[in-house]
């Protein structure tokens, strides 16, 4: 069974219906270990985008992202709303030679970078059920690039 990075955006209530499908589709899948989502490790106890929460929240992520087998990560962007923060978990995964599942549901081009970084590319977060996290497919997007 795979340990799990959810990147995501959660900023409004389309991104945050998402994200709840995704994890729920990483919980009902046998293949699947832990999930790590960031949305759900929030530090309540400390104020808010405070440096103390900035810098926890930093590190606690970093901490998940390096102990995670495979990073399950959200694009929703479109040309002029990127969300950085997941943006820049797909590109640290890459970097530290994670394997990434690329999910997209929104309609529009997917950025050059993502769609060759990632080994998976669904289109649909209810695919993630039935994918073999053990022995994931190489299924890269296939279509034009921004």
């Known amino acids: 069974m795979k340990s799990i990075y959810l990147a995501s955006p959660f900023f409004d209530d389309d991104q945050i219906d998402r994200v709840k499908r995704v ?15 960031p949305r759900k490790s929030q530090f309540p106890e400390l104020t808010f ?29 479109t040309e002029d709303s990127v969300d950085s923060g997941t943006a820049f978990e797909i ?8 394997t ?12 050059l ?17 039935a994918l073999n996290f053990d022995q994931l497919p190489e299924q890269r997007y296939v279509g034009e690039v921004q």
């Open 23 to 37: 994890e729920q589709a990483l919980a009902d899948n046998k293949t699947v270990g832990d999930v790590f989502s």
């Open 49 to 77: 985008g405070s440096p103390e929460w900035q810098s926890t929240a930093y590190k606690h992520d970093l901490d998940h992202l390096n102990d995670a087998d495979i990073v399950v990560a959200v694009s929703d962007f």
């Open 91 to 98: 590109g640290y995964a890459v970097a530290k030679g994670k």
């Open 100 to 111: 990434v599942v690329l999910v997209h549901e929104k309609a529009g081009l997917v950025n």
């Open 113 to 129: 970078m993502l769609a060759q970084g990632a080994k998976t590319y669904v289109e649909h977060a209810e695919e993630l059920t």
